[in-house]
């Protein structure tokens, strides 16, 4: 059963970070570029930063530049998401995705979520 289980959010002060894992099972992980996207209440789902298949990253939101980087260990099925400089703004429903390249955009398969919620 292929799945991808998110895991690291919570309630965070302005200036603090967080690291977001998304952990794959029932595939492997090292054929598929992994994406992190997000949802903030009452807005649409937007791209985050992707990983490929060799390492390379593509940033979708130019918010996070600098502050959010996406790094992947295929020995433990696992993406990272570290998130520096924590703005209220970045508060969202944070999902990963996998599938074949970071463009077009990953979306075979989504794990369910985890709430980041940042507080001014």
């Known amino acids: 059963q292929v799945q991808l289980v998110e895991s690291g959010g919570g309630l965070v002060q302005a200036g603090e970070s967080l690291r977001l894992s998304c952990e794959a099972s029932?595939?492997?992980?090292?054929?598929?570029?992994i994406a992190w996207f997000r949802q903030a209440p009452g807005k649409e789902r937007e791209g985050v930063l992707c990983?490929?298949?060799?390492?390379?990253?593509?940033n979708y939101a130019d918010s996070v530049e600098g502050r959010f980087t996406i790094s992947r260990d295929n020995d433990k099925s696992t993406v990272y998401l570290q998130m520096n400089s924590l703005k209220p703004e970045d508060t969202a429903v944070y999902y990963c995705?996998?599938?074949?390249?970071?463009?077009?955009?990953?979306?075979?398969?989504w794990g369910n979520g985890t709430l980041v919620t940042v507080s001014s």
């Open positions: 990983i490929s298949t060799n390492g390379r990253t593509t």
């Open positions: 029932g595939f492997s992980l090292d054929y598929y570029a």
């Open positions: 995705a996998a599938g074949g390249w970071c463009h077009p955009r990953p979306t075979s398969y």
